[in-house]
């Protein structure tokens, strides 16, 4: 069976700093792998996803996300923390039907 | 502009009264979904439909129902028989199993 653990529940940066949120999964299959964030009362936006083409992906506002299958993991990362970027994020894997597996969601607070 | 809307934003339910929470899409996507989120939680499915005039129960599907009569609307039913239905509900949307799925902003549901 699929499924996906986020590995902090929380995460505190420093406007400036990298960041870094950990995602690791388990699939059966080649899944398809999906990052997206939710501000306060929001639906959630996509930030990027792999579906078995390049390993190191690339989404919107300056994320990326690297595919390692030998350590079954997906960490999303950005180089430079905005105090735009504070909300909570959620790695999503498809289990190849048309089920989506979330994680429990990662808050990200960015501090000034 | 192509989107998923859900209608309303905010409700309010009396104890005992069955509510139904709209969601309509103009993707031209025939999967189409709907989670609760509880704080501290990821999101969990209750049902999902792959196609017109056809659904499956999700992982907590007790309490709930929906309908699927045309392929942009995917209407739930919060029934009197869920015992806790105070939670924030998405809809979303995908073209195929494995692609991305497209949210709504969600409605919060509060009983009163």
């Known amino acids: 069976a699929q499924s996906v653990t986020q590995l902090d529940s929380h995460v505190s940066v420093s406007e400036g700093t990298p960041v870094l949120l950990r995602c690791n999964y388990s699939s059966s299959y080649s899944p398809s792998l999906f990052w997206y964030v939710q501000h306060p009362n929001k639906g959630l936006q996509l930030l990027l996803k792999?579906?078995?083409?390049?390993?190191l992906v690339k989404g919107i506002n300056g994320f990326e996300a690297e595919f390692k299958k030998s350590e079954t993991s997906f960490h999303l990362t950005k180089p430079s923390a905005h105090m735009s970027d504070a909300a909570e994020y959620f790695c999503v894997v498809s289990d190849g039907t048309y089920k989506y597996i979330f994680g429990t969601g990662t808050r990200l607070k960015v501090l000034a | 502009d192509g989107g998923i809307t859900q209608s309303p934003k905010y409700l309010f339910r009396k104890e005992g009264q069955n509510v139904t929470l709209s969601c309509e899409q103009n993707l031209n996507h025939d999967a189409m979904y709907w989670y609760r989120q509880d704080p501290g939680q990821g999101l969990r499915l209750i049902y999902y439909s792959q196609i017109v005039n056809d659904f499956q129960k999700g992982d907590i599907a007790e309490g709930y129902s929906v309908s699927r009569e045309k392929k942009e609307s995917f209407p739930l039913t919060v029934t009197s028989a869920q015992k806790n239905p105070t939670a924030f509900y998405l809809c979303a949307s995908s073209t195929d199993r494995s692609f991305e799925a497209f949210f709504g902003q969600g409605t919060r549901l509060t009983v009163v």
């Open positions: 792999y579906t078995s083409a390049a390993t």
